[in-house]
């Protein structure tokens, strides 16, 4: 099955930071996902991004498909920010674009 | 409000017993999916269903088993056949025509 490895597992930042989150993932995907798990394990949806570039305020993310990896940056990071980001992608093969593979994700923790 | 709902949000059970988690959404989605989640771990996909009565096992349906008799609800049954239960359940849902997923609060089940 496709792979899906994610980086840096962990992340530390004083608040303000920016950070960049990569997604790597070994086949041709038309769906990826970019979550946020907070610490009381509720799973936000980031972006739906199988390509190209979004924004939604202090984050954005950028998909190159054709390379295979996915990019989440968060600028002026918060406390707030703190958890877990997961990708998920899911593999362009008969209509089961839906089947959702995640990566392992990354803690990311900003201290004030 | 609007939203899908996961009850109870903590269950504990003895060894050997089958247990029920809930899943319900009011959003008219037509797809809803499980997922289990280990700790330090990403998500991996149980079950999902995208119409009512049909569902189809994703990659670690062993000792689990689901129903779809209403657009609205999906229970996920853990039985005694599941080795390793005890894990943080996640239920998703996603819109008509697209593949982006929602995802409820969990529930963490405990086996003792």
């Known amino acids: 099955g496709i792979q899906v490895e994610q980086s840096p597992p962990d992340l530390i930042l004083q608040e303000g930071a920016n950070s960049t989150l990569r997604c790597n993932f070994s086949d041709s995907v038309n769906n990826l996902q970019w979550f946020h798990q907070n610490p009381w394990g509720q799973l936000i949806n980031l972006f739906y991004?199988?390509?190209g570039t979004k924004q939604n305020g202090r984050l954005s993310a950028t998909t190159v498909a054709t390379e295979r990896y996915s990019l989440l940056y968060i600028s002026s990071s918060q406390t707030t920010d703190s958890g877990v980001y997961f990708c998920?992608?899911?593999?362009?093969?008969?209509?089961?674009?839906?089947?959702?593979?995640f990566g392992k994700g990354t803690l990311l923790t900003v201290n004030p | 409000d609007g939203g899908i709902t996961q009850s109870p949000k903590y269950l504990f059970r003895k060894e050997g017993q089958n247990v029920t988690l809930s899943c319900e959404q009011n959003?008219?989605?037509?797809?809803m999916y499980w997922y289990r989640q280990d700790p330090g771990q990403g998500l991996r996909l149980i079950y999902y269903?995208?119409?009512?009565?049909?569902?189809q096992k994703g990659d670690i349906a062993e000792g689990y088993s689901v129903s779809r008799e209403k657009k609205e609800s999906f229970p996920l049954t853990v039985t005694s056949a599941q080795k390793n239960p005890t894990a943080f359940y996640l239920c998703a849902s996603s819109p008509p025509g697209t593949d982006t997923q929602y995802f409820g609060p969990g529930t963490r089940l405990t086996v003792l």
């Open positions: 269903s995208q119409i009512v009565n049909d569902f």
């Open positions: 991004i199988p390509s």
């Open positions: 998920a992608v899911a593999l362009n093969s008969g209509g089961s674009n839906y089947k959702l593979t």
């Open positions: 959003l008219n989605h037509d797809a």
